[in-house]
């Protein structure tokens, strides 16, 4: 049990460009779902923390308006890169817990690279 | 603030060889550790945790962490390393009595552990 599914796994676009990801917690239901960014051989950095039926909190240096959250129900959570930039290139990972207490479960992330 | 250190950014071992990756922790009040593994191109999967209870931790595919409280660490171990083993290790915590609805991780950075056939 605890599998979350994140899709696409893998985008190439134009700068300019919008790209959502969607993470899916597909066995459990997840009051809290997280978004972290990876850059190479570097660690997760956490981005914002998505809570079913309220607005996400993002992380201090995270720009809400370009990284838009929404976590329309306790198995669905959305990412989109709105006017995506080469810099904005990277690997993004999505996460689920049940609750508080339980582990953070993590989709097979999604490498996003803006052309 | 919360905080990992993993002091080893690589650890080679011989194939059959135990192993250990290291990890300190900094936190407010009682810990709550995680130990997840990353594949190349891959999300993070998790191992084990440790919340309360026996310090000694046993986790997924042969993984175990002790948990030492005095020197604030958890380190993972593997009596036996495999080849397949080969991945990059991360430790995370996060404080045990946060306020509701926190559920917020601290990663380490990172530790690649190359098991040498």
């Known amino acids: 049990g605890a599998v979350v599914s994140q899709h696409p796994s893998w985008v190439i676009c134009k700068s300019g460009t919008s790209v959502k990801i969607e993470c899916r917690s597909l066995d459990f239901q997840a009051t809290t779902m997280f978004w972290y960014r990876q850059f190479p051989k570097q660690s997760l950095m956490l981005m914002a923390t998505?809570?079913?039926?309220?607005?996400?909190?993002?992380e201090q240096g995270v720009e809400k308006d370009k990284f838009l959250i929404n976590h329309a129900s306790l198995t669905l959570s959305t990412l989109t890169v709105t006017s995506a930039h080469p810099e904005d290139s990277s690997f993004y990972i999505c996460?689920?817990?049940?609750?508080?207490?339980?582990?953070?479960?993590f989709g097979d992330g999604t490498r996003l690279s803006i052309l | 603030a919360q905080s990992v250190a993993q002091p080893e950014d690589q650890v080679n071992v011989a194939e059959g060889n135990p192993l250990t990756v290291k990890c300190t922790y900094s936190v407010s009040g009682n810990p709550y550790l995680f130990w997840y593994v990353q594949y190349p191109n891959r999300g993070l999967q998790f191992l084990l945790k440790?919340?309360?209870?026996?310090?000694l931790v046993k986790g997924s595919y042969g993984f175990e962490a002790e948990f030492n409280k005095s020197q604030t660490s958890f380190h993972l171990k593997k009596p036996s390393a495999l080849v397949s083993d080969s991945a990059l290790y991360f430790c995370?915590?996060?404080?045990?009595?946060?306020?509701?609805?926190?559920?917020?991780?601290?990663f380490g950075k990172g530790t690649k552990l190359s098991v040498i056939p």
């Open positions: 995370a915590v996060r404080a045990i009595d946060v306020g509701a609805g926190s559920y917020q991780l601290t």
């Open positions: 998505s809570n079913e039926g309220s607005k996400a909190t993002y």
């Open positions: 996460s689920a817990a049940r609750d508080r207490n339980q582990p953070q479960h």
């Open positions: 440790y919340i309360t209870g026996d310090n």
